[in-house]
């Protein structure tokens, strides 16, 4: 893992003046489609902006790896329930997209309450009015020809008819340059009564799910008014409540299969051809606690904030706030590999507690054969571990090292006695800047990572 991380360098950054950024700047998710060629990012604003990933040329073979704006587009706008006095974010909490199945583009994005279906295509733009008479679009035609000429515009057609005579014109449509257009098709509201943490496309592509604190929504894509309750954990008495949920993911394979964990550590593994309503798990993954390792922050730090299947569809990976685990479908009891990610955090907990850091929720992402998974940290590392070689890394996404071409060097944190040159003092880490959100292409190896309101994007060194 350490020789493949001497050759990653940066391709590209997308990167805003830090001494300008807002709250709404702050990315709020990352996501590239299944062939890796866009990526997403959504942000607290409420915005969605799309990269394009740059086309080979055979005068520039370095520009291969390079993503561009493709589109931007305002999804969510700031609301107001006035029923219950609730200010409504526009703040983007996921993104998630369809296969391509034509020349659009297909996402489902998030707030905290809607969920809209978006459409990218590119727009054809071209002068004139439909009837095409504009002066500025025709062309004379030869006085010996008499033609019928058929003018397509859309999905339909114009007959003209050109009679003989030496002034008649015939219009010729010019193209003009291409425009990206972002239009909503489907708005699926009122349905959650609490805030949506995680949505997730079936692997049938015509329903989805989305999953706030305390129930899980089974959507189909062509119906916005309806919406099928899957899961229900709500108490009759919310003063009986223990546990919410955190997130949720469908299987990449099964439709009727799906998982979603828990602020106490769980994973429940559900089959929807049992019941309507899975209120009874088809298999429930915990790892039994340590007593020696019992503390009061023991509860907060187990709570899972992100659960992912792996590609194949054999694994679960979970992260809480300081370990990676990995399980085994076939084995609930414990979780067959764990990494800590930041463990020299331990004895800072109570300071984090106190500045609200231990909340921050982390995700996680596997490469795209499931070899290498990853994940963020604070003082803008993120980590990467290496399941065959069980080798680990620790990367810094910063202006420093943002160059073009600019080669990543591993960052590694003192925990005490003598300060390396290299290393850095765990006393030292900025809690401010952190790591939450990370993507990872499905084939390569070129990954996204947001660090506060910058995007970095990494790639394998182009020779």
């Not at 062939?35 to 990933?53: H, N, P, S, Y």
């Not at 919310?238 to 919410?244: A, D, G, I, P």
Request: proline share 4%; aromatic share 10%.
């Amino acid at each position: 893992m350490e020789e493949d991380v001497e050759t990653r360098k940066i391709s590209s950054s997308f990167l805003r003046d830090h001494s300008y950024a807002t709250e709404a700047d702050i990315i709020s998710t990352v996501e590239f489609n299944h062939t890796g060629e866009l990526l997403a990012t959504g942000d607290k604003g409420g915005r969605v902006v799309i990269f394009q990933r740059e086309q080979e040329s055979k005068n520039q073979p370095h520009r291969r790896g390079e993503y561009n704006v493709y589109s931007t587009f305002q999804s969510h706008e700031p609301e107001f329930d006035y029923l219950k006095s609730l200010e409504i974010e526009e703040k983007i909490n996921k993104i998630r997209w369809l296969p391509q199945q034509n020349a659009a583009y297909f996402l489902l994005s998030t707030n905290d309450k809607t969920v809209k279906l978006w459409k990218d295509e590119d727009g054809e733009w071209r002068m004139g009015s439909r009837c095409l008479r504009a002066p500025t679009m025709v062309e004379p035609v030869s006085p010996l020809c008499r033609v019928l000429v058929r003018v397509r515009w859309g999905s339909g057609t114009c007959p003209w008819v050109l009679t003989l005579c030496l002034s008649s014109q015939v219009p010729v449509l010019r193209p003009m340059d291409l425009m990206v257009e972002a239009t909503p098709r489907r708005v699926f509201a009122n349905a959650h009564t609490y805030h949506i943490n995680s949505i997730s496309v079936n692997s049938d592509y015509e329903t989805y799910m989305s999953a706030d604190d305390l129930r899980i929504n089974l959507w189909n894509f062509e119906i916005t008014n309806q919406s099928f309750n899957i899961v229900d954990i709500k108490p009759a008495n919310m003063e009986e409540l223990t546990e919410v949920i955190t997130a949720a993911e469908f299987h990449p394979h099964h439709c009727n299969t799906f998982v979603y964990s828990s602020s106490k550590g769980t994973i429940r593994l559900c089959d929807m051809r049992t019941s309507a309503l899975c209120d009874r798990h088809a298999k429930f993954f915990e790892e039994p606690e340590d007593p020696s390792n019992r503390s009061f922050f023991s509860e907060i730090i187990s709570s899972i904030s992100d659960v992912k299947f792996s590609h194949s569809g054999r694994y679960i990976m979970t992260r809480d706030y300081l370990t990676v685990k990995v399980w085994d479908l076939n084995m609930e009891n414990r979780p067959i590999e764990t990494y800590q990610v930041h463990d020299y955090l331990r004895s800072k907990l109570c300071s984090l507690y106190e500045n609200d850091c231990i909340f921050d929720k982390f995700e996680c992402v596997w490469n795209g054969s499931d070899s290498v998974i990853m994940t963020g940290s604070y003082n803008n590392f993120f980590r990467m571990f290496d399941r065959n070689t069980k080798r680990d890394v620790t990367l810094e996404a910063s202006r420093e090292n943002s160059k073009p071409r600019a080669i990543l060097k591993p960052r590694k944190v003192c925990v005490g006695g003598k300060r390396r040159k290299d290393e850095i003092s765990v006393d030292s880490l900025d809690f401010s800047k952190k790591i939450l959100h990370t993507a990872w292409h499905p084939a390569e190896n070129i990954i996204a990572v947001a660090a506060t309101n910058n995007l970095y994007i990494f790639q394998d060194k182009v020779n």
